[in-house]
């Protein structure tokens, strides 16, 4: 899918930031960019605090060498710190081939925005390792068919190496990380076992010290509870009468689209990196999650047809939720799709275009920053009963990561409503006036 003004790099601003000018190259537009822009100007703020609260703090690169089943695999990555302002850098670790400098930047930003957005005490971090699973597949003669054990091996031991070399990082609770895409629970557990400190990284598994009941799940029950309070709220559909269309179902779309269906909703439409199944009637969810834990895909789920990435954007929904990829929603598509909502589950899954398009067709978007909050929500719980060895009850923390979720949506429509501004516009709006306010207190600027 051709992802707009992120391939062009195209310069939308008169000023570079310090960022740009040590690297050289200056950073695509990108809605969190385009809409701190905007906040700042409405704040009346001047051009050069706009830049340092868009600019991120530390940026490093790295390229770690791994000793993988008796070879040495060099691995790429970045650890982008945007801002703490308001708590130490916060963010996940994602692996994946096609991890890039701006957008491991963009990504951290989107941490602070999203821990400002709602009232977590926490800043703006990210890490991206570039693993090229299909190229280690070949530099191993593995495959062709899919070898769940080596990609076990291949992100355990990255993360592995990674931790060994940020370790002094994690231990001083510098920058705080937890999983994204490509990890998850294995892969925080290996950070403890370097730092041996609970509190130096968020996501843990079960029984591992400092795990936190509901933070797996929290992400997607968070994300369920605002679709649902949308689709009311914007659409006045009660759960019995709404057809939901999901992209993904991994960690997020999994607790996603079995709390949507507990609720009552006909989720008719589910894809994944490798294929989709439709069903008119309603998916099974609970068959559905039974066969993706034998494939590890939703693709040939017998309880409906196959359906496309490309199809489920145009799928004749009430709510659309990208739960998978960045940059989805763009000008090629945001004009078919057929959804009166649009739940972003995912980080960035919307472009500038696509924003744009989205808003002059009035359809309705729950911005990433709120609705996909429910895990750093959590991990903030999670480090806290870290620190002070109180562990929470599961409901006590998924019924936190609703209300946060839930009042500060409150506040960013109440803003929208007031200012004629989109959710989305509202939201990135709010959490720049809370980093910019502490930023000042703090004398960063
Ligand atoms: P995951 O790796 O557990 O699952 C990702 C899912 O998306 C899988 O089903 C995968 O097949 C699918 N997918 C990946 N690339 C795709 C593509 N190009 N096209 C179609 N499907 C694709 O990841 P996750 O943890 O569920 O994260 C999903 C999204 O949610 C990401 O954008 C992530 O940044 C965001 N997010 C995750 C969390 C969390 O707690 N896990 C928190 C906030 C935001």
Not at 28 to 56: K, N, Y
Not at 160 to 182: K, L, N, T, W
Not at 291 to 298: L, M, P
Request: one cysteine or more; aromatic letters at 6%.
């Amino acid at each position: 899918m051709t992802k707009d003004s992120h391939d062009e790099c195209e310069p939308r601003f008169d000023h570079d930031s310090e960022m740009e000018n040590v690297l050289q190259n200056r950073e695509p537009v990108t809605r969190s960019r385009s809409l701190m822009q905007r906040g700042g100007e409405r704040m009346g703020l001047p051009q050069h605090e706009i830049m340092e609260l868009i600019t991120p703090q530390q940026v490093t690169t790295f390229r770690i060498p791994c000793k993988i089943l008796g070879k040495v695999v060099n691995f790429a990555g970045v650890l982008a710190l945007h801002n703490n302002a308001r708590g130490p850098f916060k963010g996940g670790i994602r692996l994946a081939a096609d991890v890039t400098i701006w957008e491991t930047i963009e990504l951290s930003r989107l941490m602070t925005l999203k821990c400002a957005a709602c009232d977590v005490e926490f800043g703006g971090g990210k890490t991206g390792i570039r693993v090229d699973m299909p190229a280690l597949y070949n530099r191993f003669g593995r495959g062709p068919k899919r070898d769940l054990e080596f990609e076990k091996i291949i992100s355990l031991d990255a993360v592995e190496y990674y931790s060994q070399h940020f370790r002094d990082v994690f231990s001083r609770h510098i920058y705080v990380p937890a999983p994204d895409m490509g990890t998850g629970p294995d892969e925080m557990a290996f950070i403890y076992n370097e730092t041996l400190d609970p509190a130096s990284v968020t996501g843990k598994p079960e029984g591992t010290p400092g795990w936190l009941p509901g933070r797996k799940e929290s992400t997607g029950v968070g994300c369920c509870y605002i679709a649902l309070r949308a689709m009311d709220e914007f659409l006045g559909l009660d759960a019995s009468q709404a057809k939901i269309a999901i992209q993904g179902f991994g960690n997020v779309g999994k607790p996603l689209a079995q709390g949507l269906a507990e609720a009552g909703c006909k989720v008719i439409a589910i894809t994944d990196f490798f294929g989709g199944v439709y069903n008119a009637d309603g998916l099974n969810i609970a068959d559905l999650l039974e066969h993706e834990s034998i494939h590890k895909t939703v693709d040939g789920f017998a309880g409906g047809e196959p359906m496309t990435n490309e199809q489920l954007f145009e799928a004749d929904v009430d709510c659309l939720i990208p739960a998978a990829a960045g940059d989805v929603i763009t000008s090629h598509n945001a004009g078919d799709i057929k959804a009166k909502l649009v739940v972003e589950a995912a980080n960035m899954p919307t472009t500038v275009e696509g924003m744009d398009i989205l808003q002059q067709r009035g359809i309705r978007v729950v911005p990433d920053i709120l609705a996909n909050a429910g895990g750093v929500i959590a991990s903030m719980l999670e480090y806290s009963s870290s620190l002070s060895a109180v562990k929470p009850s599961k409901e006590d923390v998924l019924e936190t990561c609703k209300r946060k979720i839930g009042d500060n949506f409150a506040l960013a429509v109440g803003y929208a409503q007031e200012h004629g501004t989109s959710v989305t516009e509202a939201a990135v709006h709010m959490a720049t006036e809370r980093v910019y306010a502490v930023m000042k207190s703090r004398r960063m600027m």
